[in-house]
Antibody, heavy 118, light 107 residues
Framework: EVQLVESGGGLVKPGESLRLSCAASGFTFGNYRMNWVRQAPAKGLEWVSSISGTSTYIYYADSVKGRFTISRDNAKKSLYLHMNSLRAEDTAVYYCARHQDEGRIDYWGQGTLVTVSS | DIQMTQSPSSLSASVGDRVTITCRASQTISTYLNWYQQKPGKAPKLLIYAASSLQSGVPPRFSGSGSGTDFTLTISSLQPEDFATYYC?????????FGGGTKVEIK
C-alpha cells in the first residue's frame, strides 16, 4: 500500500525557516517524480514544487522560487521542503504527492500545517 | 503559466441529479487534464486523468470529456458521498496549475 506521511509543520514567525519531510512507503520511491502542493485555509490547491526521481529536474512555483528548496533522499525514501524567509501568505497545509504519467497526482499524504504568524 | 478557470464556483444539487462542472485552460493543453475530489479536512483524491480516463476504484458515475481548452466533469447521478469540492489540474506544462475549485452542496 502506498503511503506518504508528512511531518515538520508548525507555527513560525515571519522571516523564519522550516523544513518539511515526507516519508514514503509501498512503492519504489526513486522511480517517481514527487511534488509539494499546498492549500491555504479555505482556499484552493496550489502546486509548490516538484523533483524528478534522480533529482535531475527541479521546478518551483514563482511564489516560492528563491525561498524554498525541494530535495529528496532515495535511500531513505524521503522528500523534503526547506522553506526560508517565510511569509504570512505561506500559511497552508502542505501535501506531499506522487506524480504519475501524464502529470496526474495519484497519491497524496495527509498534509502538515504550516502557520506563519507573529 | 497556464491559468485554469472552473465554473461554477459552487452549485447546489439533489441526490440523483446529473451534475456538470466545466474547466477552461488559458491555452491549449491537449488532454493533459486531471480531476480531483476533496472532502473537508482530507487530501484530494484523483478521479479522472488524461481528460477522460477513470482512475482505478472510482465509480463509473464519474466521467470526463474535452480536449484543447475546454473540459467537463460529469456526475451522472449524484450520491450523498459526492458532496465535496472538485478541482481540475493541467499537466501540459511542468509547472502544474489547478482550477479554483467547484463546491457541490446539498440542495
Amino acid at each position: 500500500e502506498v503511503q506518504l506521511v508528512e511531518s515538520g509543520g508548525g507555527l513560525v514567525k515571519p522571516g523564519e525557516s522550516l523544513r518539511l519531510s515526507c516519508a514514503a512507503s509501498g512503492f519504489t520511491f526513486g522511480n517517481y517524480r514527487m511534488n509539494w502542493v499546498r492549500q491555504a485555509p479555505a482556499k484552493g490547491l496550489e502546486w509548490v514544487s516538484s523533483i524528478s526521481g534522480t533529482s535531475t529536474y527541479i521546478y518551483y512555483a514563482d511564489s516560492v522560487k528563491g525561498r524554498f528548496t525541494i530535495s529528496r533522499d532515495n535511500a531513505k525514501k524521503s522528500l523534503y521542503l526547506h522553506m526560508n524567509s517565510l511569509r504570512a501568505e505561506d500559511t497552508a497545509v502542505y501535501y506531499c504527492a506522487r506524480h504519475q504519467d501524464e502529470g496526474r497526482i495519484d497519491y497524496w499524504g495527509q498534509g502538515t500545517l504550516v502557520t506563519v504568524s507573529s | 503559466d497556464i491559468q485554469m478557470t472552473q465554473s461554477p464556483s459552487s452549485l447546489s444539487a439533489s441526490v440523483g441529479d446529473r451534475v456538470t462542472i466545466t474547466c477552461r485552460a488559458s491555452q491549449t493543453i491537449s488532454t493533459y487534464l486531471n480531476w480531483y475530489q476533496q472532502k473537508p479536512g482530507k487530501a484530494p483524491k484523483l478521479l479522472i486523468y488524461a481528460a477522460s480516463s477513470l482512475q482505478s476504484g472510482v465509480p463509473p458515475r464519474f466521467s470526463g470529456s474535452g480536449s484543447g481548452t475546454d473540459f467537463t466533469l460529469t456526475i451522472s447521478s449524484l450520491q450523498p458521498e459526492d458532496f465535496a469540492t472538485y478541482y481540475c489540474q493541467q499537466s501540459y506544462r511542468t509547472l502544474l496549475t489547478f482550477g479554483g475549485g467547484t463546491k457541490v452542496e446539498i440542495k
